[in-house]
């Protein structure tokens, strides 16, 4: 590395929408067309770590994603490098101005499945912002490199946050806010059940286009829906109201989905274990009297599980008897719950057909932080 080049290396969450953002209202610019409301995810099992690089012996920009080669040229890559770019220039730091003329090599690696509905590149392009913010020593806000990130993926704005964040359409410039901490409410864990590993046929950015295009239910969504939906679920956490969060993320979940269908060709993201986990949480959930347990579904097969702790073994031990064929210590990945015995739940919501095997493995974590630095001097 010539003397003169800069490194820098930062981790960032993924972010799970309990109020979902399907739909622009300007492709460019990444505007959505409703509000939307997020929950990041700790970084203890999940993240994307970014190592930026920067010197004046680079001729061209380089990524290389999961140890793949790409081009560098990419649009929303681009977009992002050049808002950065014009940032670092107006720095009163002239070691910074020259740092903005150089190029800079990418080395990005998710440590979970890329486009299989797992927000991927939300992590990804937080990850991408907050490492050259840092390596370009920019004392930008948080908020304005959320505007960044938008550049790269619409849903990459709210993993900037840590806790409970939303994203407004029509504010200025667009961009997401916390409306908590993550140590607000402690109690809150989440299960990521992984289906499937493999690439989504038709990515968000396609599919929420084709919606936008040709769904009537995504125009109902917009007009008549979000807007009480958001204020609602904003005090559910306030208010740390398990119940009503759970039905609301729920609800929102299966209006997306309808969109999907709805939309024309339709999108088919869901499977039929994702089916079968919705009923079985429908079916803990009266078999508890209560609403304990809510599913929500992005963009693939991939079930993402809220719960509370109190309530964690319990349903994992009835999970894991319906979908588990490994150890549990290998089913249950990140903060591996203890099991009960689960013969008497079992026994009445035991499915019509066999699904030992449908659930690959299961990651289990708490809300987390936003990125960070993990430079040694970071
Ligand atoms: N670590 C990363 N660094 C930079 N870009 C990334 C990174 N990870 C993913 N991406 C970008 O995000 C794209 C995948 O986004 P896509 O929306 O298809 O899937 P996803 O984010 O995993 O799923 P979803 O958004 O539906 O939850 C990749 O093709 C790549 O362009
Ligand atoms: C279903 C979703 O996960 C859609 C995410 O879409 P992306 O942010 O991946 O789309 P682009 O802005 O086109 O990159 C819901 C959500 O995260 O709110």
């Known amino acids: 590395m010539d003397c003169k080049s800069r490194s820098s290396t930062c981790i960032a969450p993924i972010n799970i929408a309990v109020i979902k953002y399907w739909g622009k209202s300007d492709e460019e610019q990444i505007i959505p067309l409703n509000d939307s409301i997020s929950i990041t995810l700790d970084t203890d099992y999940m993240f994307t770590k970014t190592t ?28 992002c490098l050049s808002e950065i770019r014009k940032l670092a220039a107006s720095s009163k730091h002239s070691s910074t101005v020259e740092k903005s003329t150089w190029k800079v090599a990418i080395v990005s690696e998710n440590n979970f499945p890329t486009k299989a509905g797992l927000a991927s590149s939300a992590s990804g392009y937080a990850c991408l912002v907050f490492t050259l913010a840092q390596l370009y020593e920019l004392e930008s806000h948080q908020s304005e490199l959320s505007a960044l990130a938008r550049r790269g993926s619409g849903s990459a704005c709210r993993s900037l946050f840590g806790g409970f964040v939303r994203w407004f359409h029509d504010s200025q410039p667009c961009i997401a806010r916390p409306i908590a901490e993550a140590e607000h409410w402690p109690e809150l864990r989440c299960l990521v059940a992984v289906v499937s590993n493999t690439s989504k046929s038709v990515g968000s950015t396609e599919g929420m286009r084709r919606s936008a295009e040709t769904s009537k239910l995504l125009e109902h969504r917009v007009k008549h829906v979000v807007r009480d939906r958001i204020e609602d679920m904003k005090m559910a956490i306030l208010e740390k109201n398990f119940v009503k969060f759970a039905e609301i993320t729920m609800r929102d979940s299966n209006q997306f989905h309808a969109i999907c269908l709805d939309t024309y060709p339709p999108l088919f993201y869901m499977n039929s274990t994702s089916q079968a986990i919705i009923q079985l949480v429908h079916r803990y959930n009266q078999i508890r009297r209560s609403i304990k347990v809510a599913y929500t579904f992005d963009a693939g ?22 979908f588990g064929s490994t150890p549990h210590d290998q089913f249950f990945r990140g903060k591996v719950p203890d099991l009960l015995d689960p013969t008497e ?3 009445s919501l035991v499915p019509e057909k066999a699904l030992k095997g449908q659930v690959q493995y299961t990651i289990v974590c708490n809300v987390g932080q936003g990125p960070k630095n993990i430079d040694p001097t970071g």
């Open 345 to 347: 739940d079992v026994a």
């Open 52 to 79: 930026a690089t920067i010197g004046p012996e680079f001729t061209q920009d380089s990524i290389v994603l999961n140890n793949e080669q790409g081009s560098g040229d990419g649009v929303r890559f681009q977009n």
């Open 301 to 322: 097969p991939n079930a993402v599980l809220f719960l509370e702790q109190a309530e964690i073994s319990r349903f994992a031990s009835v999970f894991y008897s319906v």
